[in-house]
């Protein structure tokens, strides 16, 4: 395990579909022990793939990096198995809240612990954290997943990812197709567990709004390309003044910096 202040650091990374589509180009950005970290961008941005490719899942959707490199606590990802990383401590939740549906609401949460290879003493203690992290799981534990709501699965599926004692959760979409209330009480499940036991968090987001209310930094993308990195505070401030974006061009790579101030507008507007 390395000490660096660094647990991620993705440096100059592009990637490519099919040998031929690309996804990526020149993405770099880093995600620092205890700290949540936001990428946000509009459809087909690139937010999906930079996560699949930071748990090493691209190869199955035909992706492939053709340039730069992503280490997770000193281990090169791309040389990693998905599910050596996941024991590693590098656990993501994909997009559309993957649930396995007919197995019940708790036996999916045991595969999370089974996934680490948790012994059975540390699963049944993993199980009670997450039913008192998601109260309304409780109740709904002997049911299939594919029968609770869209929240609840979406609930079951970082639930299992927790089950895996992540020491980076990688979320995509977290808030997709889910009321505000729901969305909140997510985020507010998130945040409790990186203030409260430090955990780190890369999640992406199209809802801009809510992402910058949680993390505590943020890279924008835009077609495949970072073109905005800050704080979420700078950020936010940002989005207060979104006709400073729309009329503005300013250095890019930098806080307040837009290849096409329009783009950036949009995102802001996407709140
Ligand atoms: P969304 O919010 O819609 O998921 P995104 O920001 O996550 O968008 P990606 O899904 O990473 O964006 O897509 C980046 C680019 O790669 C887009 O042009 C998309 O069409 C393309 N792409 C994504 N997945 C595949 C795939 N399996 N095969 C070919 N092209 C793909």
Avoid: C, W
Avoid at 201 to 224: C, D, F, K, M
Avoid at 231 to 253: I, K, P
């Amino acid at each position: 395990m390395s000490h660096s202040a660094d647990l991620l650091v993705i440096d100059r990374l592009s990637a490519v579909y099919n040998h031929a589509i690309a996804a990526l180009h020149d993405v770099s950005l880093v995600v620092r022990r205890g700290e949540v970290r936001a990428i946000l961008g509009a459809n087909g941005a690139g937010k999906t793939t930079t996560l699949k490719a930071v748990s090493n899942l691209l190869t199955a959707d035909r992706g492939q990096i053709t340039q730069g490199t992503i280490t997770f606590d000193g281990l090169d990802v791309a040389k990693t198995k998905p599910s050596d990383l996941v024991r590693a401590g590098l656990v993501p939740v994909l997009e559309g809240r993957h649930v396995f549906k007919s197995l019940t609401v708790e036996e999916n949460l045991v595969a999370g612990g089974i996934g680490r290879g948790s012994s059975r003493r540390e699963i049944a203690s993993d199980l009670e954290r997450v039913f008192t992290l998601f109260p309304s799981l409780t109740r709904k534990r002997r049911i299939m997943a594919g029968l609770a709501s869209g929240g609840e699965q979406q609930m079951v599926a970082v639930g299992r990812a927790l089950m895996g004692r992540p020491r980076l959760l990688v979320l995509d979409e977290p808030s997709m197709g889910l009321a505000p209330i729901v969305v909140q009480s997510i985020f507010d499940t998130l945040r409790k567990l990186n203030r409260e036991e430090g955990l780190t968090i890369l999640l992406a987001e199209q809802n801009a709004a809510v992402a910058l209310r949680y993390a505590s930094s943020a890279t924008v993308l835009e077609n495949g390309t970072s073109v905005l990195q800050g704080t979420a505070e700078e950020l936010r401030t940002r989005a207060d003044v979104r006709e400073f974006y729309l009329g503005s061009t300013v250095a890019r790579g930098q806080v307040g910096a837009v290849a096409n101030p329009s783009d950036a507008g949009a995102v802001i507007a996407a709140e």
